[in-house]
Structure formats: C-alpha cells, structure tokens
C-alpha cells in the first residue's frame, strides 16, 4: 500500500476542521452533529475520525489554533524594539487571523466570528473548553503585558499604569470588534485602527487651579 504523505495527511486535518468550524458557525455546536460534519467534509466516519475522536476534540482543537494564531502575532510584536503602537499592532494581527480564515463562510458573511460567539458561550458550561481558552488568554495577555512593559520603557505610554490594565483593555478591544462582526457584519480592521488612533491621541487637559 503507498505511503500518504505528511501533506495530504496536514490537508486533510484542513478540510475537516474548516468544514466543523463552517458547521459550528452556522448551527452551533449543540445543534451540530457529527452526520453534519461528516456531509460537510464530505468525508466518510472513518477517515474524520482517524484525526479526531469526536465533536468536543473537534472544538478543542478549532479554539487552540485560533488562540495560537493570536499568540503568535503578538509575540511577533514583542520581538520589535519597540513594538507598533497599539492601533497598528491590534489591528495587524486581528487582519491576519480574519484574513486566514476569510475562505469560511456562513450564507455570504464571514463564519469566523460567529464561530467566535459560539465559543464564548459554549466556555460557560463546558469546564474542559473553558480550560483551553482560559490557558490561551492568559499566554495572549501575558505577551500583551511584555508588549506594554515595552512601550513604557521607550517611554511611549504613561508608566503609571499597570501592564496588566492596559493588557486586558487592549484584548477587550479586539473581542468586542469581532463580537461587532458576527452580530453587524464584516467591517475592515482599519476602522478598529483607527478608532484606537483616535483614543490614544486624547490628552489629559493640564491643571489650572
């Protein structure tokens, strides 16, 4: 028998967990049975779960390749001295994420951020999920906080301000943009650049008294 190779092998891992995140989108998970996955692959029972064991290994792996993709471009940003500002650097790496997965679609509109949705709300009653996707913020917002540190000592943003804070304000920034998406629609990434551009340029009026 010919040996498959890694490609077709890393393909095929492609095929079935694009065709799951599209099925998730669309229905949720609950609502979402293997069967559905299966028709969407268009694959047999055997050959999907040869990769995964079942729906929830399917989700699990779905989320920690988001977050990945995530973590990867901020630590990109880490490794900058110093890095892009704020506007750039969320902006940049929120284009990248969407962008990989632009192929994805639910009806027309972009299946990534309602897949996002479903997510969220699937962490509140599933420990194990909640567990993944608290592991994968926490790593974001400890880069974001280097990030921050950074800043602060090229003396680009205030120092009296906790790295933290300002971590999870940036990430808050970036998840209600795609919580934007899924409920209003698509909306380029500059419009969020620009927004935070806007913000950052507000001063504190001086004392007068």
Known sequence: ???????????????????AAVC?????????SMQDV?????LSAGAVYRYFSGKEELIGAIVGEVLGEVHA??????????????????????SRVLGTKESLTVDG????????????????????????????????????????????????MRSDVSPEHVARTMMAAAMGFIAQQALFGPT?????????RALM???EEADTR
């Open 109 to 156: 509109r972009p299946a990534f951020p309602r897949l996002v949705i479903q997510v969220w709300t699937e962490t509140l009653r599933n420990d194990e999920l909640a567990a993944v996707l608290f592991e994968g913020y926490g790593a974001v917002r400890e880069t974001w906080a280097r990030i921050v540190g950074a800043y602060q000592e090229a003396g680009t």
């Open 188 to 196: 380029p990434t500059e419009v969020l650049g620009d927004g935070l």
């Open 73 to 94: 471009g901020f630590e990109e940003a880490v490794r900058s001295s110093p890095p892009p500002p704020p506007d750039v650097l969320v902006a940049s790496v929120l």
């Open 38 to 42: 299966l028709k969407e692959v268009d």
């Open 201 to 203: 340029s507000v001063r």
């Open 1 to 19: 028998m010919a040996r498959v190779s890694q490609a077709h092998l890393d393909a095929r891992r492609r095929q079935i967990l694009d065709g």
């Open 24 to 32: 998730f989108a669309r229905n949720g998970f609950h609502a979402t």
